[in-house]
Nanobody, 120 residues
Framework: QVQLVESGGGLVQAGDSLRLSCAASGRTFMYMGWFRQAPGKEREFVASTRMINSGTYYNDPVKGRFTISKDGAKNTVHLQMNSLKPEDTAVYYC???????????????WGQGTQVTVSS
């Protein structure tokens, strides 16, 4: 079976940093990435990476502050979140897909989510 397990969420103050991790088991994916969802809001793409070869993608609100990285041998991705803002508060979900195409769409597998809360 396929499982995605996230870790690293927590409660921090504005300006602080967090590092999220997601480990996939069961198979290797072409893309892995992160989405987030705040209460009452639609799910929002955050960042993704190609797991083979290079290529990273970021949504505008996190560009320059968040960095996605991968460890292909461990089938793991990380999201380094710096200069966190209260508007970054959300449940962050790891996602993966095994097809090429639009980097923000058609993700097949999802983690359970990890809460990130940024206080002012």
């Amino acid at each position: 079976q396929v499982q995605l397990v996230e870790s690293g969420g927590g409660l921090v103050q504005a300006g602080d940093s967090l590092r999220l991790s997601c480990a996939a088991s069961g198979r290797t994916f072409m893309y892995m990435g992160w989405f987030r969802q705040a209460p009452g809001k639609e799910r929002e793409f955050v960042a993704s990476t190609r797991m083979i070869n290079s290529g990273t993608y970021y949504n505008d609100p996190v560009k320059g502050r968040f960095t996605i990285s991968k460890d292909g041998a461990k089938n793991t991705v990380h999201l380094q979140m710096n200069s966190l803002k209260p508007e970054d508060t959300a449940v962050y979900y790891c996602a993966a897909k095994n097809s090429y195409g639009i980097t923000t769409l058609n993700y097949e597998s999802w983690g359970q989510g990890t809460q990130v809360t940024v206080s002012s």
